[in-house]
């Protein structure tokens, strides 16, 4: 019986890491959506550098800028899309142990149970005497 509830247990901590990991996976995508964001912004900027018309010509110096610090915050959330995908990596192998033993928790309770069938099947044809010729007078 302890290990029904062992293979039960494993099976809740299996359905609370998978989330874990679905948790981490929304992380890295609104990361990437948000660093793809960053780069359309100074493809903008490059293009606004590198136009001839003279509104932006006063403002180059303000759109070398800008681009400065999209490029640091393009590496900033490079370095998080990095943990970010490496805590996806390691929540998805803490998922698949945890569900590889709840497996073979299962399986023990499986045989364990036909076991104990075998054992109660056993006791039950030696208990009862399968004809009167083998009882003793």
């Keep these: 019986m302890a290990e029904q509830n062992r293979s039960k247990k494993l099976k809740r901590l299996v359905t609370v890491q998978r989330h ?21 912004s100074m493809e903008v900027v ?10 932006h010509r006063q403002f180059s110096h303000n759109y070398a800028e800008r681009y400065g610090r999209l490029r640091i915050k393009d590496q900033q959330l490079e370095n998080v899309q990095q943990f970010q995908e490496n805590k996806v990596l ?8 945890l569900d590889e033993h709840m497996k073979d928790a299962r399986d023990l309770e ?8 075998i054992y109660d099947l056993l006791e039950i044809t030696l208990a009862a005497p399968a004809s009167s010729k083998l009882q003793k007078p």
Excluded at 21 to 40: C, F, G, N, P, Y
Excluded at 90 to 97: N, V
């Design 46 to 55: 490059i293009e606004a550098i590198g136009s001839m018309d003279p509104v």
């Design 20 to 40: 874990l990991e679905k948790m981490a996976e929304s992380d890295l995508a609104a990361t990437t959506r948000h660093r793809e964001e960053v780069a359309q």
């Design 110 to 117: 499986d045989r364990e149970a036909s076991d104990q069938a």
């Design 90 to 97: 390691k929540e998805r192998t803490k998922g698949d142990r």
